[in-house]
């Protein structure tokens, strides 16, 4: 099975930008579809974005688009989340997730194996 590991969070003023990364080892990343969740304290898991096995297509929630980009280097194992115009909303643990099954869920049920995840805190 794949480990997953995230990087890159931290505490940003709003207007500011951020970039995670999330390392895979194990198993090459290639083999899954990958996806971006958040979480913010007494919040359920939200969507960000996800994009498939080979990078050709990507999908972003509604409170991201614009704002967020998602991409992969599979030569390096890594998925990136840029987030560039953050606000305090952005403020959550952010998870990176593995789907084995392709489904391109916005759901957390829909991926198999998840990081431990990185704080993300945006100041206004």
């Known amino acids: 099975q794949v480990q997953l590991v995230e990087s890159g969070g931290g505490l940003v003023q709003a207007g500011g930008t951020l970039r995670l990364s999330c390392v895979a080892s194990?198993?090459?990343?290639?083999?899954?579809?990958m996806g971006w969740f958040r979480q913010a304290p007494g919040k359920e898991r939200e969507f960000v974005a996800t994009?498939?096995?080979?990078?050709?297509?990507?999908y972003n929630a509604d409170s991201v688009r614009g704002r967020f980009t998602i991409s992969r280097d599979n030569a390096k194992n890594t998925m990136y989340l840029q987030m560039n115009s953050l606000r305090p909303e952005d403020t959550a643990v952010y998870y990176c997730?593995?789907?084995?099954?392709?489904?391109?869920?916005?759901?957390?049920?829909?991926?198999?194996?998840w990081g431990q995840g990185t704080q993300v805190t945006v100041s206004s």
């Open positions: 997730a593995a789907d084995s099954r392709a489904y391109g869920s916005t759901l957390p049920s829909g991926y198999d194996y």
């Open positions: 194990g198993r090459p990343l290639s083999i899954y579809d």
């Open positions: 994009i498939k096995w080979n990078g050709r297509t990507t």
